[in-house]
């Protein structure tokens, strides 16, 4: 099967999510002039080292409203007994309600950011807002922020290292499919 994405693809669903697949779930909380907002991004992840920079995507709603108000957000990561409180809060809102309390989702302040986090996230980073990109089509945005703070659960440290077995951290593949992360292997580059 070839098809274009502009022509349409003739399937029940699109397959473009499950191709682009795993992919981290960016737990995006912000607060904002009408209060605290939590919501799950599927088109999250990791762009650069040094200083550590995360990116995530969708459209014009609360949170990138709040993050361009503020300047801050906080990214927390998805544990498998979390899943139906994420789901919850993908749930559309009326404007200004908290999906914290929504979810039954526990707040914790963040540390160096006017930002509430999910107090039962095995790591959270705290983001300051590089820029926003405006997407081709006009409708969604891209969402560049700068690593400023890091927590991280100690019952999540193994060895030294963030154990994402242990925390059993959750990605998002296509169509309603989810899945949590049960093996790692590990290879030394060749160089």
């Known amino acids: 099967m070839f098809y274009q994405p502009k022509d349409g693809h003739g399937l029940p669903h699109s397959p ?3 191709i682009v697949a795993p992919r981290p779930i960016g737990w995006i909380s912000t607060r904002g002039p009408q209060g605290d907002n939590l919501a799950p991004y599927s088109f999250f992840n990791a762009v650069a080292y040094t200083p550590p920079q995360v990116m995530f995507a969708g459209s014009m709603k609360d949170s990138i409203r ?35 309390a929504h979810a039954g989702v526990q707040k914790a302040e963040c540390s160096l950011i006017n930002c509430p986090r999910v107090a039962q996230s ?3 980073l705290e983001c300051r807002l590089q820029q926003v ?9 891209m969402v560049i922020g700068t690593v400023i703070g890091v927590h991280i659960g ?10 994402i077995v242990k ?3 959750m990605s998002r593949l296509g169509y309603m499919d989810y899945a949590q992360i049960s093996e790692t292997l590990s290879l030394k580059r060749p160089d």
């Open 154 to 163: 100690d019952d999540y440290l193994t060895a030294g290292k963030f154990d």
């Open 122 to 124: 095995p790591a959270t």
């Open 16 to 18: 473009f999510n499950a």
């Open 167 to 169: 925390a059993q951290v």
């Open 66 to 100: 709040n993050i361009q108000d503020t300047g801050v957000f906080a990214t927390n990561v998805v544990s498998r007994p979390m899943l139906e409180q994420m789901n919850q809060t993908a749930a559309h809102l009326a404007h200004g309600v908290d999906e914290f």
């Open 133 to 141: 990109v405006t997407l081709e089509g006009g409708e969604d945005f």
